[in-house]
């Protein structure tokens, strides 16, 4: 999010609202998908406005890896290791540890189990990764600030069809391969080969040069991007739903990030979003710019305000799914966006946490 905008002090002074835009869509888009609840009966309509929401906003996260990539491995980008070493991987590394922390002291606390033991045993948890479920995304992004120099090695030095090839190889092991392996006949399969594909973490780093390809060679017509939309959108939807009705319970399968369905969509929703021209209304770019710098904050404390809702009984089981995860996640997105300004004037918590 922005966090990873910090990784030098030289960076150009105009902001690139298209990826301020994408960045603003896809923060609104994970409380989307932690707001949507499939405790429902299976194929009604309840749990089907809740597979539809969620398909919508899948791409999310891997979109939050297409725009650091687009931003930090180009060219222009200047990159100091002592800076990214020194400063921006420690600053990921405590504001994970400290939420990471904060979350569990929190479920210690209105669990009635905040004990000194509990919080020994909550500490250690916190310290061997085993933290609040949304903060995988922090884990990851800690692999994918330590290759930022390699891939920039690749990026700034592989020609377009060298790109294109690398591209092939992520998009076929990273992405395909996990998303058939469960399926006849790949399900067959044995020995070595299953270790072909490439797990979620590593997967990500695709997703970081992707954002950075697309952006640096844009599809010149803007319906392919359309067409990877719509397509993701009913791969991720209709294979949801299918699967799901016919199993008797939720297939989350394509609804995972390095899905196939989930690729298309986040880079044809990317496309869109990075052929947006800047526009003349200041207020409008300011707005974006603003949710843009905030969704770091926002992706952190958003699950805080989950929490107190439900434990008030505010949910979306009180209004059809189709109606309540937009009103519920508008209503934690507002939240959440006033602490930013908040925290972002306490010393230490807005250098460090936010």
């Not at 405790?39 to 309509?45: D, G, T, V, W």
Request: hydrophobic share 50%.
């Amino acid at each position: 999010m922005e966090r990873l905008g910090e990784l030098d002090t030289n960076i150009k002074s105009k902001r690139d609202y298209s990826i301020d835009l994408l960045k603003s869509i896809a923060i609104i888009g994970v409380i989307v998908i932690h707001t949507c609840s499939y405790n429902y009966e299976i194929a009604s309509l309840n749990w089907t406005g809740s597979v539809f929401w969620g398909s919508v906003v899948r791409a999310s996260v891997p979109i939050f890896f297409m725009c650091s990539g687009a931003s930090f491995l180009s060219s222009d980008q200047p990159l100091s290791i002592k800076k990214l070493f020194g400063k921006s991987l420690p600053r990921i590394i405590v504001a994970m540890l400290v939420w990471a922390l904060f979350y569990k002291v929190f479920h210690l606390a209105f669990g009635g189990s905040l004990t000194l033991a509990h919080l020994i045993q909550g500490l250690k948890e916190v310290l061997l990764f085993n933290q609040e479920f949304h903060l995988y995304y922090l884990q990851i992004l800690v692999m994918v600030y330590l290759f930022l120099p390699i891939s920039r090695v690749l990026t700034q030095n592989a020609s377009q069809k060298e790109l294109q090839y690398l591209l092939l190889l992520w998009f076929v092991f990273g992405i395909i391969y996990p998303t058939l392996i469960s399926f006849w006949p790949f399900n067959l399969m044995s020995g070595i080969a299953i270790q072909y594909k490439i797990n979620m973490t590593y997967a990500a780093i695709g997703y970081s040069i992707l954002g950075f390809y697309l952006k640096q060679y844009p599809i010149n017509n803007i319906k392919w991007y359309w067409v990877l939309s719509l397509g993701g959108f009913l791969f991720v939807f209709v294979g949801t739903y299918y699967i799901s009705a016919n199993n008797g319970l939720l297939y989350t399968g394509f609804l995972e990030g390095m899905s196939l369905g989930v690729a298309l969509l986040a880079a044809g929703i990317f496309g869109l979003g990075s052929s947006l021209t800047t526009p003349d209304n200041e207020l409008l770019r300011k707005s974006i710019a603003f949710i843009s710098k905030a969704s770091f904050c926002i992706f952190l404390t958003h699950m805080f305000f989950i929490y107190l809702l439900r434990m008030n009984g505010l949910s979306v089981s009180i209004w059809p799914t189709i109606i309540s995860i937009p009103l519920i996640t508008l209503l934690i997105f507002t939240y959440s966006l006033l602490l930013y300004p908040i925290l972002a004037r306490i010393p230490v918590v807005n250098k460090w946490l936010i």
